[in-house]
């Protein structure tokens, strides 16, 4: 269906507002998703949802929340009937309550109260999931739904390279991942590592890699480049000296001739 949002731009939802039948049980599916390696995946939702007690002679069965739940597989195996619906083989991640509902003053006017939560869950393994929002008897608009997964992003720290590091499979996980140092540097101290964290964020450095012998850190650690000897320096401007004063006295020479 379609409607407004706040800012009275047009927005296409999902809608089911069956609050005068008992017993609603009501699934919303997605399609196969695959995990690309992540092990812990994040759900932001866009919904709105009705305020039950701005409905009349709605009765007490009437709900402002809906469930949300995810299904892994190696494959794209799902049916009509497969899997079940209902809580296992599903697994449910969360119960999702609106921070703002709105009325029938705002319905008049077709537009929604959009809120926005994110929840998380893992770990995952299998190639793929699916993820599905259970009605039990609300009046609610489900607006968007963006599935994502964090990873610390490859970066130069400490004179070493950290590749690209997904993020663990609980939001408190560390995931450690070994740099190599950069160019014409070598490690000291002890390995040298960063930690991943569950927001994809780079922590708790360990170690580090100098520049050689010869070379100096520039371009702010990044870069190892190779140091000028002085007395290469001098002994060049010698012989260019040198070169200028004898070129000189063969020109007075073919002057005077």
């Known amino acids: 269906m379609s409607g407004y949002d706040e800012n009275m731009n047009t927005i296409r939802t999902y809608q089911v507002c069956n609050v005068f039948e008992s017993s609603q ?13 992540a092990h812990r995946i994040h759900v932001e939702m866009k919904f709105s949802v009705r305020d039950c007690s701005s409905i009349p002679n709605v009765p007490g069965s009437c709900k402002e929340t809906f469930n949300l739940y995810y299904f892994e597989s190696d494959f794209d195996s ?4 497969f899997p079940n619906w ?22 008049g006017g077709r537009v929604m109260k959009i809120n926005t939560e994110v929840r998380s869950f893992g770990p995952v393994s299998k190639n793929g999931f699916y993820l599905a929002f259970q009605d039990y008897g609300g009046c609610m608009s489900l607006i968007a739904v963006r599935v994502f997964y964090r990873k610390c992003p490859r970066v130069i720290q400490n004179g070493a390279v950290f590749q690209e590091t997904l993020s663990g499979a609980e939001s408190t996980s560390l ?11 070598e490690e000291v101290d002890v390995p040298i590592k960063l930690y991943c964290n569950g927001d994809g964020e780079w922590l708790v450095p360990i170690g580090r890699c100098m520049c050689r012998p010869g070379y100096e850190s520039v371009e702010n650690g990044t870069v190892c480049r190779g140091n000028r000897s ?11 000296l040198v070169g200028c004063a004898g070129g000189g006295k063969r ?6 001739a």
């Open 251 to 256: 020109d007075l020479q073919l002057g005077s």
């Open 230 to 240: 002085p007395s290469v320096s001098l002994r060049a401007l010698a012989s260019l």
């Open 78 to 81: 799902a049916t009509k009937t």
């Open 25 to 37: 049980n009501n699934w919303l599916r997605t399609k196969y998703i695959r995990r690309r390696g």
């Open 175 to 185: 995931v450690a991942a070994r740099g190599t140092c950069i160019t014409n540097a």
């Open 86 to 107: 209902m809580e296992n083989p599903w697994m449910k991640v969360d119960t999702i309550a609106a921070d703002e509902s709105f009325s029938q003053v705002d319905l």
